[in-house]
């Protein structure tokens, strides 16, 4: 049994930074790419940046473009977001998925997390 367990959310100012780990368990995702998708109150939840098993190939929505940082270590199992120049905007509930392709699509995604609850101050 596959699981991704997010950690890392928190409260922050306005024009701070956190860093988002998921780490995978049950079974090396071999080859998936990763994902990190986010669900703001009443809003649909929606794709923010996505990374290849090598980590070579990366892709970020234009909202978050220049200020957060997707990462892995397959060696620990872990992928990273790291969350620069927080806006209030940014506040959602963040979730990482695996899939065996690199995508923007929410439906094609295989496996995921709970969430972490990201919260922006202004």
């Known amino acids: 049994q596959v699981q991704l367990v997010e950690s890392g959310g928190g409260l922050v100012q306005a024009g701070g930074s956190l860093r988002l780990s998921c780490v995978v368990s049950?079974?090396?995702?071999?080859?998936?790419?990763m994902g990190w998708f986010r669900q703001a109150p009443g809003k649909e939840r929606e794709f923010v940046t996505s990374?290849?098993?090598?980590?070579?190939?990366?892709y970020y929505a234009d909202s978050v473009k220049g200020r957060f940082t997707i990462s892995r270590d397959n060696a620990k199992n872990t992928v990273y977001l790291q969350m620069n120049s927080l806006k209030p905007e940014d506040t959602a509930v963040y979730y990482c998925?695996?899939?065996?392709?690199?995508?923007?699509?929410?439906?094609?995604?295989?496996?995921w997390g709970q969430g972490t609850q990201v919260t922006v101050s202004s």
């Open positions: 998925a695996a899939n065996q392709i690199m995508t923007t699509r929410e439906s094609a995604y295989d496996y």
């Open positions: 990374i290849s098993w090598s980590g070579s190939s990366t």
């Open positions: 049950g079974r090396t995702l071999s080859g998936y790419a």
